[in-house]
């Protein structure tokens, strides 16, 4: 079976920029497709991105488009996302999850289990 | 950009129906899913292509879609489905979500 594992928790000053890591395992990591998603205390759910793991085209959200970037690792089995000029508003926990098609929203999607990002001074 | 509207919240007794809606602009042109999350948790998907039950999802979580409006229905609902339930739709490529609802059953 398909496993994502994100790394752990992160504390960061604003202005700073922050990488977390999203490992992958159980089938081909080429087959797939890494999205993140931000969720924020009090708000939504929130697509950030996403990465083709093939070819490592990416597709941001609007919102993150001017500080985010997501890369991967073929030979590590992990994709990674990074968020730079951090705000308090950033704070969030962080999900990656694998897929086969290019949009979430199919039962054979994996989820991580999240990774919380904090930012504060 | 795409938006997706949800009620903030909905609240119902134990073992009544719960119905939480989702409405988009072309809405009824777009496949739409449904989350589940809780604290602490990863979100489980319980709807998608608009009507269809992952394994494992109890039978009282069904869903509707009718023109531009999606409904997440839960029959009977039980203490365990309290959540944050989050509607989902494709649109230009990008994944949008729903602003949320949050379903409080007591």
């Known amino acids: 079976d398909v496993q994502v594992v994100q790394s752990g928790a992160e504390v960061k000053k604003p202005g700073a920029t922050v990488k977390i890591s999203c490992e992958f395992s159980g089938d081909t990591f080429t087959d797939y497709y890494i999205h993140w998603v931000q969720r924020a205390p009090g708000k939504g759910l929130e697509w950030v991105g996403r990465i083709d793991l093939e070819d490592g085209y990416t597709k941001y959200a609007e919102k993150f488009q001017d500080r985010v970037t997501m890369t991967a690792d073929s030979s590590l089995e992990t994709a990674y996302l990074e968020l730079s000029s951090l705000r308090p508003e950033d704070t969030a926990v962080y999900y990656c999850?694998?897929?086969?098609?290019?949009?979430?929203?199919?039962?054979?999607?994996?989820w991580g289990e999240g990774t919380l990002v904090t930012v504060s001074s | 950009s795409y938006e997706l509207t949800q009620p903030p919240s909905v609240s119902v007794s134990p073992g009544q129906t719960a119905t939480i809606t989702c409405s988009g602009d072309k809405l009824g042109d777009k496949f739409t899913c449904w989350y589940q999350h809780k604290p602490g948790q990863s979100p489980v998907l319980v709807i998608y292509e608009d009507t269809k039950r992952p394994s494992g999802i109890p039978e009282r979580f069904s869903a509707s879609h009718s023109g531009n409006t999606a409904t997440l229905t839960i029959s009977g609902a039980q203490a365990l489905d309290e959540a944050d339930y989050f509607c989902?739709?494709?649109?230009?490529?990008?994944?949008?979500f729903g602003g949320g609802t949050k379903l409080t059953v007591l």
């Open positions: 999850a694998a897929g086969t098609t290019d949009l979430l929203g199919i039962p054979s999607d994996f």
């Open positions: 989902h739709a494709w649109d230009s490529g990008m994944v949008v």
